[in-house]
């Protein structure tokens, strides 16, 4: 027996329009594109509606997110549903090294090493970037924030290294 449908969904013309024109767009993420389509297939105004396990089951979903998706709609229209908000929680928020910070520490890894190391390592570079940087930062954070293949130290790392490959690769044949 299919579950009773707890919002009702009921589209004007211009917001079925809308949601299509947002469904239809390159840009649109996958997330509101599926909360548009279900609430295309939830409207009782135009057409046969779906129920929630009809609607879940075409457009791939659970049925709490088609429950969500109308709740949203309910309390907040067309605009509440095509916006997503980040939670406080997420990793982009508690991210401790901003731009700025980043390229700072990035040039403190590409400089020399302090004299006594052949190379920087994750504590060291923890210590110099306590004198250099206004906000303290963590060495778990440091090799974060190094260990993105954008980064141009990482790409000089991954230069070197495959350059040293080339080089035993070539010895070892030359061996033999």
């Not at 390159?26 to 105004?45: M, N, S």
């Not at 997110?65 to 908000?85: C, H, M, R, W, Y």
Request: proline residues 3%; contains cysteine; charged residues 30%.
């Amino acid at each position: 027996m299919a579950r009773p449908k707890k919002y009702n969904v009921s589209l004007a013309d211009d917001e079925v329009k809308e949601l299509k024109s947002i469904i239809r767009k390159k840009g649109t993420t996958r997330t509101v594109r599926c909360r548009c389509q279900i609430l295309v297939d939830l409207d009782d105004a135009h057409g046969k509606s779906l129920t929630y396990e009809q609607t879940a089951k075409s457009n791939g979903v659970c049925i709490s997110t088609v429950q969500n998706a109308a709740k949203l709609f309910a309390t907040g229209g067309i605009s509440e549903v095509t916006t997503i908000k980040r939670s406080v929680n997420s990793d982009n928020a508690r991210c401790k090294l901003d731009g700025r910070a980043e390229a700072q520490l990035i040039e403190i890894a590409c400089s020399p090493a302090p004299e006594g190391h052949s190379r920087w390592s994750l504590r060291l570079l923890e210590e110099q970037a306590k004198i250099i940087l206004e906000t303290p930062v963590g060495k778990n954070a440091i090799g974060r924030a190094l260990k993105k293949p954008n980064s141009p130290s990482q790409k000089r790392i991954l230069v070197h290294s495959l350059k040293r490959r080339r080089r035993i690769r070539s010895s070892h044949g030359r061996c033999s």
